[in-house]
């Protein structure tokens, strides 16, 4: 086809190229500062047509617009939909042949290409900048433009290289996403446009025509089949938190009579190809899959989105369920979520190797999440606040259709959070529930915490049920884990009027009355013991890669399981884990107490070759014996000292005479008189 005439109206070619008489809500606006060479941020709903808002304007400016886009898929997809729409599109690609990589540069060449599709890896090519600097490059699109930010969940280290592209071809660039939060936004302006504010378009969040629905798990594979089951014949998405997962549940998806099949990152890249052909082609495919699949699918008519386990975050959630009905029409949603969900999110997050207040932050947006699941009243309503818009109940997801059962539930959370306030809020939400429960365990009983005021006082509930309650209080956001006390739970000050009984809180009774005991497998340290349990590990983990070594030659879970157990607060005492060798605790012991008690006693190591040995208590006794006569017994004395190498010597030896002393030590005349009595009557007590 013909190029466009840059004084083209662009809803005449929105027409006649696309077909469609009139932009969607918010397009036109985008559009239009795109083709005017603005740069632009826009934030648009998953659907809301972003990808027009740079392919329109790329037809109405000369020279070549450069799409930078994270998936193969996407970009085929969209370069064969312009192609068959007559424009000049293509991509480089890993994924393309020889004769389409070819016909690309071809193309270029000749000025004919309007729009070129490339891998944000690509942009490492050395070849890459001269190619775009010889192309006569106009403008720079950039999709999923969060990519760019380093914390977010879909992080791609080369959307870094993008601002250095602008900033070298000297031309506008349109950022898009459906997914970013002001923190985000921040992230994209500093790092794609120099933390200059481009010309931002924040659009409507809101997908109304997506049902959302929330379920605690409660046979989580029968409730995705019977879910499957009343949806069947339809297009639809199942993602799940392990690769294993994928392949179990399509497998049972597959033999309950639907057309399935499984995706995830370790499957060979050919098989997963034929996973994203077959879902764009096939009707009725159900791809049972991790967060690999789906970022940019192009396909039009999911019909529901079901997750598993629950989403890392509330975007992550955003994004993922925005993948069904992309064509406006009626899509449903399921998420289905439990306390080993949160646990292993939680521990996610901390295990991690980001900095506290990301992390923080990181625990936070997991609370909105679990605010969503833990709802009250419209979910609609509670996930647009989230992202900074006010909404109408929408009549549009389960507790709009069914309203939950309420009850004031003001007297259990004051229970829970009295509990923690007497622990010091030093506890995470197991062992307050077994003080709740007055259950007499040897944790409870050596901390004294049978003695409190709320021991026994929350047994009108089971442990279940506890947990049930717990998990609303983290929803309301009246409970958060401290990352710098592992995962204990401290109150926020919203729960400080709730607990001085000036303010009320409202539960759903359905989720605690139906709330069953655990069937799962048993967790490897209790819930109290956990959070510290995954610092360990992600300090096992940091140490691990700067030594270019597997995780376990430090330490073996083993070995920090015992360690998050039996919390030693001295070297003596973490030389009594299992597994700690003195080679290990030499190398490894102060950096592992650091995470589990904070300061770390500073020890002369010689001492420290001594530790976990009653040699150690003696080298201790000797040392104190030394300062208490370092000027005399009067204190008058010229100071006199032995180094910390011989007393070590002597804890190791314990001589029993003075002449013994004297040939081990071969100290002056005047120390031996000084220290001989006292250091020979310590070593007395230890025969």
Not at 212 to 233: E, H, M, N, V
Request: hydrophobic fraction near 40%.
């Amino acid at each position: 086809m013909s190029e466009p005439a840059p004084s083209d109206d662009p809803s005449a070619l929105l027409a006649r190229i696309w077909g469609f008489d009139a932009f969607r809500p918010g397009q036109e606006e985008v559009v239009r500062a795109v083709i005017a060479g603005h740069n632009v941020l826009a934030i648009m709903p998953t659907g809301g047509g972003k990808s027009l808002c740079f392919q329109l304007p790329a037809l109405m400016r000369n020279g070549l617009t450069v799409v930078i886009s994270p998936l193969i898929a996407l970009m085929r997809d969209q370069v064969r939909a312009m192609k068959q729409a007559g424009v000049e599109a293509g991509a480089l690609t890993s994924g393309n042949t020889e004769e389409e990589t070819e016909e690309v540069f071809a193309a270029i060449d000749d000025g004919r290409l309007k729009l070129l599709y490339m891998a944000p890896e690509r942009l490492a090519s050395g070849g890459a900048l001269n190619l775009l600097r010889r192309a006569n490059v106009s403008l720079i699109a950039v999709d999923e433009a969060h990519c760019v930010s380093q914390w977010g969940h879909d992080f791609r280290p080369d959307y870094l290289r993008i601002g250095e592209l602008r900033r070298s071809l000297g031309v506008p660039l349109a950022a898009f996403t459906a997914t970013a939060d002001e923190e985000t936004r921040a992230e994209i302006v500093t790092r794609l446009f120099d933390g200059v504010q481009p010309e931002t378009f924040l659009r409507g969040f809101d997908r109304p025509n997506i049902h959302l629905a929330f379920s605690p798990k409660d046979q989580p594979r029968q409730q995705i089949l019977t879910f499957a089951a009343a949806r069947k014949g339809q297009s639809g998405i199942v993602y799940c938190g392990t690769r294993a997962k994928t392949e179990t549940l399509a497998r049972a998806l597959s033999e309950a009579g639907h057309s399935a099949c499984h995706y995830h990152g370790g499957m060979d890249a050919e098989d997963r190809r034929n996973v994203e052909v077959r879902f764009q082609q096939e009707d009725g495919l159900i791809v049972v899959a991790t967060v690999a699949f789906g970022m940019g699918v192009d396909k039009p008519d999911i019909r529901w989105v079901a997750h598993a386990d629950l989403p890392k975050s509330i975007e992550a959630y955003y994004q993922e369920i925005g993948r069904a009905g992309r064509d406006g029409a009626a899509a449903e949603t399921l998420t289905l979520y439990g306390p080993d969900d949160i646990r292993l999110r939680r521990s996610q997050i901390d295990e991690g190797l980001a900095p506290p207040e990301r992390k923080e932050a990181d625990h936070g947006r997991l609370n909105a999440l679990l605010g969503l699941a833990e709802a009250t009243q419209c979910r609609r309503v509670k996930l647009l606040r989230y992202f900074g818009e006010d909404a109408a109940p929408c009549g549009n997801c389960d507790l709009c259709d069914s309203p939950p059962d309420l009850f004031d539930g003001t007297e259990a959370v004051r229970k829970g959070l009295s509990a923690a306030l007497r622990t010091d809020e030093r506890f995470g939400a197991g062992h307050l529930i077994e003080i709740l429960l007055g259950s007499s365990t040897d944790k409870i009983t050596q901390r004294g915490h049978d003695k409190l005021s709320t021991f026994g006082i929350g047994r009108d509930l089971s442990r279940a049920q506890w947990q049930a309650v717990f998990r609303q209080m983290m929803g309301h956001d009246l409970m958060r884990p401290d990352a710098e006390r592992h995962g204990a739970l401290v109150m926020t000050a919203r729960a400080h009027p709730i607990l001085r009984g000036e303010e009320s809180i409202t539960l759903r009774r359905d989720l605690v009355t139906k709330a069953k005991a655990k069937t799962t497998a048993k967790a490897l340290v209790s819930d109290e013991d956990a959070p510290l349990l995954s610092a360990l590990k992600a300090k096992r983990r940091a140490l691990a890669e700067a030594a270019g070594m597997p995780a376990y030659i430090i330490f073996n879970d083993r070995t920090l399981i015992e360690m998050a157990e039996k919390r030693p607060t001295t070297l003596d005492e973490m030389a009594g884990i299992g597994g700690v060798g003195a080679k290990k605790l030499e190398s490894y012991g102060a950096a592992f107490l650091g995470v589990i008690a904070g300061a770390v006693e500073e020890m002369h190591p010689s001492r420290r070759k001594l530790a976990g040995s009653p040699a150690g208590e003696i080298f201790d006794r000797l040392a104190q014996a030394q300062r208490d006569l370092e000027r005399g017994i009067d204190g008058l004395a010229r100071p006199l000292s032995c180094s910390a190498s011989l007393l070590r010597k002597i804890a190791e030896a314990k001589p029993r005479t003075q002449d013994d002393l004297a040939r081990l030590t071969r100290l002056p005349e005047a120390k031996l008189e000084r220290f001989g009595d006292a250091f020979l009557a310590v070593l007395a007590e230890y025969r």
